[in-house]
């Protein structure tokens, strides 16, 4: 499962909020939850219900996990001496998405993307 852009809008606002200590992250055991105040000022930020939120929350979350679950596995059955690799590679496939991305969006915008 891969972030799709309304769950990096989202992220963002969470960032801000947590930032402004609007909400925090809770462990529970098995999970992670969204706390604080769930009033309309925070559904407003997020343009959501508060059943969005928290929806859109533990999905992100689940992903995350999810993620570092699946690592753990590779690592506990391969070693960590790929880990090293395997983040040079990721970092690397990040630039190349964000930068093709910013090419089709100045092209959209009637900008030449090479000058």
Do not use: C
């Not at 960032?15 to 462990?27: F, G, I, N, S, T």
């Not at 689940?62 to 970092?91: C, H, N, P, W």
């Amino acid at each position: 499962m891969k972030l799709t852009e309304n769950d990096l809008i989202f992220l963002k606002t969470l960032k801000q909020l947590l930032e402004h200590k609007d909400l925090r992250v809770e462990h529970h055991p098995g999970y992670l939850r969204l706390r604080h105040n769930y009033g309309e000022h925070i559904e407003s930020s997020f343009r959501m219900t508060r059943q969005g939120v928290r929806w859109r929350f533990q999905r992100a979350m689940d992903m995350y996990i999810s993620a570092f679950q699946t690592i753990l596995t590779i690592e506990r059955i391969l070693g960590t001496e790929v880990r090293d690799l395997a983040v040079k590679v990721s970092r690397e496939r990040h630039e190349q998405s964000h930068g093709h991305n910013a090419q089709f969006r100045d092209m959209e915008h009637g900008r030449d993307p090479d000058g």
